[in-house]
């Protein structure tokens, strides 16, 4: 199974945090990293209970390390947008589908849970590869935070060894700007540009590419490039 880091961003309750970690502990994961956390003090350690571990060993990060530090990164919200023409918080999966996405990929996976009072900001949720939200009752979607935790980890519990390691963070954040630099090329309207970008970031994102995969996606854009020079005719190499 990928390397998975559960991040908890700005957590507001030490007790949360705990129970996050007995969680995380139930279904055989270790890997917390917190960015912001409150203070944790007694009330974390008692909720943790025997993942006292898990709670004692976690990462602090800033968000920045949080991407820098890992090959995917998958945004966790209860908050979708309302049409596929917003790509900020759309497409997205259950738990179920997630699972089905990671299947077979090794790598760093980061999957990221936002403040228990508005989850995750625009730019965090922007900079993710992936969107999973927890499908819940319409007229009381949003969980707790633990439990929120405790579901994904459920889901994820047991992944097979993988067969393919899937691009690093630098390799796809350099074919996105690659991706930037062609919309110039081909006089994409600034108006589209951000959302153009993000939804090639989704698309993307769910193919889990190898490096093999970006490299030849690389070499198809030069080709285009090349093709798109004015000295250049169509039919040049025939």
Known sequence: MPEISIVLVEPL??????FAARAMKNF????????????????????????????EHADEMTIEQVFDTHDLAVAT???LS???????????????ELREQLQGAGGRVAILFGRENWGLNNTEVERCDLICTIPGSPEYPILNLSHAVAVICYELADLPPPQYRIASREE???????????LDR???PAHKRRNTLIMMRRILGRTRLTTREV?????????AEWHMEPEHSPDEEK
């Open 172 to 182: 796809m954040e350099c074919l996105y700007r690659h991706l930037d630099l062609m």
């Open 215 to 223: 490299s030849t996606l690389h070499g198809l854009l030069r080709r």
């Open 77 to 79: 919200t209860g908050e």
């Open 28 to 55: 055989g994961f270790s890997h917390l990293v917190l960015v912001s956390p409150c203070p944790l003090g007694p009330q974390a350690r008692a909720c943790a209970s025997h993942a006292a571990d898990v709670l």
């Open 82 to 96: 309302k049409s596929v023409c917003r790509s900020i918080r759309m497409p997205y999966s259950t738990p179920k």
């Open 13 to 18: 309750y030490e007790g949360n945090v705990g």
């Open 186 to 188: 081909v006089d994409h």
